[in-house]
């Protein structure tokens, strides 16, 4: 396994993170890069000081859309530097990139890779509970050629950001709108790969969300408008008087890692997880009978979000008590706790920079 080449910037001033972190708008002073042409693969690992891109305008991604993305974390615990499943996220990524026509990445070499960039970075790394190093790996299609084909050349690089909550409203509970008129992904789409076009698709929908208030929307599946599907940022689990249920992976859902975690501790639990199709009107119709005891969000960026609101055409459901649930609460703790090496890691998660 071939070690990245590392140009190091001189600081002249120690690292000092910005407050508040917010998310996702600082970024830390190297990057790193790989390229990658076909008939020759994966070459040039660099790691070198973060720097603009210099692309042709023809650039395959720029116009037809092989651009793909990851999100993990790297915590720190006095010296040391953890990862949360770092291999999964690289996995994904390459059932990103078969979907897009993209090449696969090596995924332990990756790993090592991203461990040498974070090493150079560990002063970024924000040590307050809730706040982390936000890491986002991207691949995207070079080539200079509007033939609508795949690329034959590609950049992939790692870039790194302190952040806190990804919500404005921190880890208060978010107000989601149930969307009924845009649609995400439908199946045999790119609905389950983390492809950038599932982001600019989601905007216009979120956007109106916003403007009456609502802080994202709950996105139904794009046939029967029937089912319950992701947030977009986070996938969604409904705490049901007898269950803990989140949409059944179909094909158009986002397979995150906190939420295959999150499967695998409510599990350990006893709390009943169930995979399963779930219709929006049995969620309002059990909200009538107070079967609703919880909705959450998970992911990455979002950890456990607590939704305090959940608005479906006229109904307008306050969820619990509109805080933060007790069993939403349990999980943030327990998955932070093992994120930030405070609490045991029974299913070794957590991989030692
Ligand atoms: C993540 O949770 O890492 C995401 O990718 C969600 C979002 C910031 C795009």
């Known amino acids: 396994m071939g070690k990245p080449t590392i140009t190091l910037k001189q ?3 120690p690292v000092e993170l910005p407050d508040p972190l917010g998310f996702g708008a600082h970024f830390t002073d190297h990057l790193y890069e790989a390229r990658y042409e076909e008939g020759k693969g994966w070459f040039n690992h660099t790691i070198k000081p973060l720097e603009p891109l210099s692309l042709h305008p023809a650039s395959s991604f720029m116009h037809y859309g092989q651009a793909i993305f990851e999100g993990l974390k790297a915590y720190r615990k006095g010296d040391d530097i953890l990862l949360f499943r770092p291999d999964q996220n690289f996995e994904r990524m390459n059932n990103s990139a078969a979907r897009l026509c993209m090449p696969a990445l090596d995924v332990a070499e990756t790993v090592e890779h991203l461990k040498a960039l974070v090493e150079i970075e560990k002063d970024w790394i924000p040590t307050n509970k809730g706040e982390a190093l936000y890491i986002r790996p991207y691949m995207i299609g070079t080539e200079a050629a509007l033939g609508v084909r795949p690329s034959k050349s590609y950049i992939f690089q790692i870039i790194l950001s302190p952040v806190g909550a990804y919500y404005a409203s921190g880890f208060a509970p978010v107000k989601i709108l149930v ?8 199946r045999g789409g790119l609905g389950e790969s983390k492809a950038a076009a599932n982001y600019g698709g989601s905007m216009l929908a979120a956007l109106k969300a916003k403007e009456k208030g609502f802080t994202q929307v709950l996105w139904l599946d794009a046939v029967e408008r029937k089912y319950v599907e992701e947030v977009g940022t986070m996938n969604i689990f409904i705490r049901f008087n007898d269950e ?8 158009t859902i ?3 890692v906190t939420r295959r975690s999150v499967l695998k501790v409510l599990d350990d639990w006893k709390m009943n997880p169930v995979e399963r199709k779930i219709p929006i009107d049995e969620v ?4 009538t009978k107070g079967e609703v005891l919880e909705v959450f969000g998970a992911g990455t960026a979002a950890v456990i979000s607590a939704v305090g609101e959940l608005a479906y055409k006229d109904n307008r459901m306050t969820i619990g008590d509109g805080g933060v649930g007790e069993l939403s609460q349990k999980l943030f703790d327990e998955l932070t706790g093992v994120q930030y090496g405070e609490k045991p890691d029974p299913y070794g998660w957590v991989v030692k920079v």
Do not use: F, I
């Not at 803990?244 to 094909?251: C, K, Q």
């Open 11 to 13: 600081r002249t001033t």
């Open 179 to 186: 969307e009924d008129e845009y649609v995400r992904a439908v």
């Open 244 to 251: 803990v249920a989140t949409p059944a992976l179909s094909g």
């Open 254 to 256: 986002l397979p995150g």
């Open 284 to 287: 309002v119709e059990r909200h």
